[in-house]
T-cell receptor
C-alpha cells in the first residue's frame, strides 16, 4: 500500500485566499484524522471521521475551517479565508478503527503570507 | 483535561549509549499509548502501541513500558545509533474516542 497520501505537499498563498488540502487514507481504514503542527502548540487534532462521518470537530479553530469526507478514499480540509496564523504543517492520518495505530501522511506545509 | 508531558525536550548522547525517554500523562484513564518518531520535515512513524491492559511492548532495540497508575511511560532505546536521531513523540488516547493527545516531543541527537 502507498500509505496515506496528501496533496499538495507545499502551499504558499496570500491572506484571504481559499486553501484546500487533500488526503487519501490507506485502503480499508475506517477512521481518518486531520492534525495541525506548529512550533508553539505542537500537534493538535482538528477533526476526525469514522466511516466517513465527522465524529469530533472540537479541535477546528474557527468557522473558517471545514472538513469533508465524501467517500472512504478521500477527504478535504478547507480554510476560507486563510490568515497568516494558519501557517503550519497539516497532517492527515488513518487507522483501521479509531483506537488503533494511526498512520500519518507526509503532511502539507502551508504558508499564508 | 488530559495533558501529556515529555522530558527532556532535547537529548544528546554518544553512539552506542542506552537511553530512556520519559512521558507522563495527567489522566490515567487511557485507552492506549503510542510512541512515534518524526524526522525533520517528515510525517510521523508509529513505533510502538501499548494497550491500557499491557505493561510493555518491544520492537527490535526499542522497548516501551506503561504504568497507568502513576501516569508514566518510558521508551528505552538500546545501543543508540546516529540513525536514531529524530524527535520522539508520545501520545495517549483517553477512552476509545481515537483522539490522540500528544506531548511536545523529545528531540534526540546521537553523535557518531
Amino acid at each position: 500500500d502507498a500509505g496515506v497520501i496528501q496533496s499538495p505537499r507545499h502551499e504558499v498563498t496570500e491572506m484571504g485566499q481559499e486553501v484546500t488540502l487533500r488526503c487519501k487514507p490507506i485502503s480499508g481504514h475506517n477512521s481518518l484524522f486531520w492534525y495541525r503542527q506548529t512550533m508553539m502548540r505542537g500537534l493538535e487534532l482538528l477533526i476526525y471521521f469514522n466511516n466517513n462521518v465527522p465524529i469530533d470537530d472540537s479541535g477546528m479553530p474557527e468557522d473558517r475551517f471545514s472538513a469533508k469526507m465524501p467517500n472512504a478514499s478521500f477527504s478535504t480540509l478547507k480554510i476560507q479565508p486563510s490568515e497568516p496564523r494558519d501557517s503550519a504543517v497539516y497532517f492527515c492520518a488513518s487507522s483501521f478503527t479509531r483506537a488503533e495505530t494511526q498512520y500519518f501522511g507526509p503532511g502539507t506545509r502551508l504558508l499564508v503570507l | 483535561k488530559q495533558e501529556v508531558t515529555q522530558i527532556p525536550a532535547a537529548l544528546s548522547v554518544p553512539e552506542g549509549e542506552n537511553l530512556v525517554l520519559n512521558c507522563s500523562f495527567t489522566d490515567s484513564a487511557i485507552y492506549n499509548l503510542q510512541w512515534f518518531r518524526q524526522d525533520p520535515g517528515k510525517g510521523l512513524t508509529s513505533l510502538l502501541l501499548i494497550q491500557s491492559s499491557q505493561r510493555e511492548q518491544t520492537s527490535g532495540r526499542l522497548n516501551a513500558s506503561l504504568d497507568k497508575s502513576s501516569g508514566r511511560s518510558t521508551l528505552y532505546i538500546a545501543a543508540s545509533q546516529p540513525g536514531d536521531s529524530a524527535t520522539y513523540l508520545c501520545a495517549v488516547i483517553s477512552g476509545n474516542t481515537g483522539k490522540l493527545i500528544f506531548g511536545q516531543g523529545t528531540t534526540l541527537q546521537v553523535k557518531p
